[in-house]
């Protein structure tokens, strides 16, 4: 009798211990920081000043741009190799809020189902997961076109529709990348120009 309660003791005592780490091990796991670079603040994103100041100027002939096409508003991400270095939203998204790399957008053709929406952060992270290109490859329709040669030679990827647009540029020999969300439409020409002006210039 004595041997079988001191058995059933020290498995309640095992029992108690292992709900107490279990315990303590959840607390620690989310009272701990955690650090998410697709969770940060556009513009705490530790890049070097020398990169920092082509963003700046991109940012700006971005907005020009913005504003001389008459597009309500944008998000933007520049990728650099497998790292996201910029993420911003310009003018109003299409809820009629101040656009940030969470505004939704639509583009019809890019969704598989309607009503289908797509934020600039979730595509910056789709490109930095695959390495590749990211909703370019996933999507078939959106071929890869190339510009010219060298240190100069641009990739493009684009689709320009009355209610929503993509566009997604990548200088292959610097390791950049630019991803354009817009609420409406967004030509190819005047925006790749910005990237090339600002990167490969």
Not at 144 to 156: A, I, K, P, Y
């Amino acid at each position: 009798m004595r041997g079988r309660r001191s058995i059933i003791l020290l498995a309640l005592l095992i029992l108690a211990l292992a709900v107490v780490l279990a315990a303590f091990a959840f607390q620690t796991g989310h009272s701990a920081p955690q650090f998410d670079p697709m969770k940060t603040d556009p513009m705490k994103i530790h890049v070097d000043p020398a990169l920092q100041g082509k963003l700046q100027a991109l940012e700006a002939r971005l907005e020009a741009l913005r504003q001389e096409r008459h597009v309500p508003g944008l998000s933007v991400a520049v990728v650099q190799g497998q790292e996201v270095v910029y993420l911003k939203g310009l003018g109003s998204g299409p809820d009629g809020r101040t656009a940030t790399p969470d505004t939704a957008y639509t583009v019809p053709s890019m969704n598989r189902r309607a009503g289908q929406t797509w934020t600039i952060r979730d595509l910056a992270h789709l490109d930095v997961m695959t390495g590749r290109g990211g909703i370019a490859e996933s999507r078939p329709y959106l071929g890869w076109h190339s510009e010219g040669s060298g240190d100069t030679r641009l990739q493009w990827s684009s689709v320009c529709e009355k209610d929503g647009s993509l566009l997604y540029l990548k200088a292959p020999e610097k390791g950049l990348a630019l991803i354009l969300l817009a609420s409406g439409p967004v030509e190819k020409a005047p925006f790749s120009e910005a990237f090339v002006k600002t990167f490969l210039g």
